[in-house]
Every structure is written in C-alpha cells, then in structure tokens.
C-alpha cells in the first residue's frame, strides 16, 4: 500500500549503531488495517534502532489517548495508553514473520516496513475492559445501570414470586426445598 510507504524505515547506507524515528498516529492509520474501533486518537511513536552488520534491533515506544466508549455505559472517553515492543530482525534467504520477537528479510532487503509492529503495538496496549474513569470513580452513575442485574436482587424477588403463588406444583417445592436446604 502506498500510504504505508511512509512507515518504511530505510537501513541501509546507515552506519551501525543507534538511530531514532517518530512518528504521530491518527485515526487515518488504523483505517490503514481496516480499525474503525478508534474514532480519535492522539499517539505519539517513538522507535530506537540498533543497527549492526547481522541484525537490527527494534524498540518501539508509544503514548497517547484512543478514544473508545465504556463497556459499561457506551459513552466514549479518553482512553490513555502506553507501551513499548521489542524485536529483532536478522537478514536471512527468505522472509519469515513466524515469531513476534524475531523476523527474517531477505539479505538483499535496503528497508523494513514497520507499520504492522506499530500498530500490533498499540492496539495490545488498549485494556481488555474499559471503564470511563467517572464511573471507575464513583464520580458519575452509568445511566443503563438500572438495565444491569444484580443477581442477589433478582433471586430475592423469584423467591418472593414463588412465596406469594398459593398454589406451587409439588415438583417446583421439592426444587425449592433443595435450594432452602443449601442456604442452611
């Protein structure tokens, strides 16, 4: 893809040692990998390169906010993320991305694509669960939270459903005794 191109990092004719790259992401980038999760985003890169004769080693640093809604009350906020990765790439016959920590380019490769381990980067970082830091808080009430059951409410209010109904199947007592017998 041309739009990649511009997270080609060009090794060769440069002298072994370290070399640093910046980069800024937007949402244009993940759309890149077809990621609509991130409607905004605001993420700085930071990439170390060590380079030597057999091999170049890659540290990549980000930081910066995705803008993702709650899983509790959908509403969107600010996510903060951060994050680094490290991984070597060794010159080899052919190429070969098998392992996360280590990939193989052809030896007459002049530049490597860094644009997959970035994004890899970043999308890793973002938390599993997300909660808006109001409502991680206390500070804000989710307002779908009436929507959420609470278990031991809603057992309370069965066993009052079946307290008030005169006339219980004996099937449906003998249940309910194994469950009053439980609690005891």
């Given at each position: 893809?041309?739009?990649?191109?511009?997270?080609?990092?060009?090794?060769?004719?440069?002298?072994?040692?370290?070399?640093?790259?910046?980069?800024?992401?937007?949402?244009?980038?993940?759309?890149?990998f077809d990621n609509d999760e991130f409607d905004r985003c605001d993420i700085d890169i930071v990439i170390d390169l060590d380079k030597s004769d057999q091999l170049l080693e890659f540290s990549i640093y980000h930081k910066g906010t995705l803008e993702v809604p709650c899983d509790i009350?959908?509403?969107?906020?600010?996510?903060?993320?951060?994050?680094?990765?490290?991984?070597?790439?060794?010159?080899?016959?052919?190429?070969?991305?098998?392992?996360?920590?280590?990939?193989?380019?052809?030896?007459?490769?002049?530049?490597?694509?860094?644009?997959?381990?970035?994004?890899?980067?970043?999308?890793?970082?973002?938390?599993?669960?997300?909660?808006?830091?109001?409502?991680?808080?206390?500070?804000?009430?989710?307002?779908?939270?009436?929507?959420?059951?609470?278990?031991?409410?809603?057992?309370?209010?069965?066993?009052?459903?079946?307290?008030?109904?005169?006339?219980?199947?004996?099937?449906?007592?003998?249940?309910?005794?194994?469950?009053?017998?439980?609690?005891?």
């Amino acid at each position: 893809m041309k739009a990649l191109k511009s997270y080609d990092i060009k090794f060769s004719g440069l002298k072994n040692g370290k070399h640093q790259y910046r980069f800024h992401l937007d949402q244009e980038f993940f759309k890149l990998f077809d990621n609509d999760e991130f409607d905004r985003c605001d993420i700085d890169i930071v990439i170390d390169l060590d380079k030597s004769d057999q091999l170049l080693e890659f540290s990549i640093y980000h930081k910066g906010t995705l803008e993702v809604p709650c899983d509790i009350s959908g509403e969107m906020f600010d996510q903060e993320i951060k994050g680094n990765l490290n991984f070597i790439v060794k010159f080899s016959d052919t190429y070969n991305d098998d392992r996360d920590d280590l990939i193989f380019i052809p030896y007459h490769s002049h530049l490597f694509n860094i644009a997959q381990q970035i994004y890899e980067s970043v999308v890793l970082s973002v938390p599993g669960k997300r909660i808006h830091p109001d409502i991680a808080s206390g500070k804000k009430k989710a307002e779908n939270a009436k929507y959420i059951i609470n278990y031991d409410e809603y057992q309370t209010s069965v066993e009052q459903e079946v307290d008030n109904n005169q006339t219980i199947d004996p099937r449906w007592a003998a249940l309910k005794k194994i469950l009053t017998d439980k609690k005891q």
